[in-house]
């Protein structure tokens, strides 16, 4: 046997990664909401295809297997007929949809009105859920609330929640989301 002193061990020093290339922009928590988007998805089963979310209904229960939302010019586009959308089609129907740069929450206000604001929390950067019942918008990681135009009503969110404008036609059921 060898004695200790005998024994050599190299060492590689591994430059850093340069911040010029790679992931321009992302944050940490960007970075991790992206990982546990992944991790979900794998664990619950993808949304469908076109990477929309699913939406609740007034009852609270499931508002359908997935939204269908295409685009139309710069706009989002929702068919209220199709039966994965139906969901808005009653007054305190509620709908996640994927926009191209947003997650956006979609609640049915009225017979003739859909009120639209960002799904993401402006303080952690959690899903925001709607409360029919309040009919606030609350935050479930730290319990910011806003209102249905998307102000805060309580923090620790100080900034609102980004509003879209939407245009519903009633008589075709067809949903503009103005991005």
């Known amino acids: 046997m060898g004695?200790?002193?005998?024994?050599?061990?190299?060492?590689?020093?591994?430059?850093?990664?340069?911040?010029?290339?790679?992931?321009r922009g992302c944050s940490r928590r960007a970075v991790l909401h992206g990982l546990a988007l992944t991790a979900a998805s794998a664990l619950f089963g993808c949304p469908s295809g076109d990477g929309s979310m699913t939406g609740t209904g007034p009852d609270g229960g499931d508002g359908g297997s997935g939204s269908i939302a295409s685009a139309c010019g710069a706009n989002l586009c929702l068919d209220l007929n199709d039966p994965k959308n139906a969901v808005l089609t009653q007054v305190d129907g509620a709908l996640v949809v994927a926009a191209p740069r947003d997650s956006i929450l979609?609640?049915?206000?009225?017979?003739?009105?859909?009120?639209?604001?960002?799904?993401?929390?402006?303080?952690?950067?959690?899903?925001?859920?709607?409360?029919?019942v309040n009919k606030i918008f609350s935050c479930p990681c730290h319990g910011s609330q806003y209102t249905l135009t998307g102000m805060v009503l309580r923090g620790p969110a100080f900034k609102p929640l980004a509003k879209y404008q939407t245009q519903l036609d009633v008589s075709t059921n067809q949903l503009t989301i103005l991005l």
């Open 3 to 23: 004695s200790n002193d005998d024994r050599v061990m190299q060492l590689r020093v591994v430059p850093a990664a340069s911040t010029d290339e790679g992931c």
């Open 106 to 132: 979609l609640v049915r206000s009225s017979t003739s009105a859909v009120l639209a604001v960002s799904d993401i929390c402006t303080h952690a950067g959690c899903g925001v859920r709607y409360d029919r």
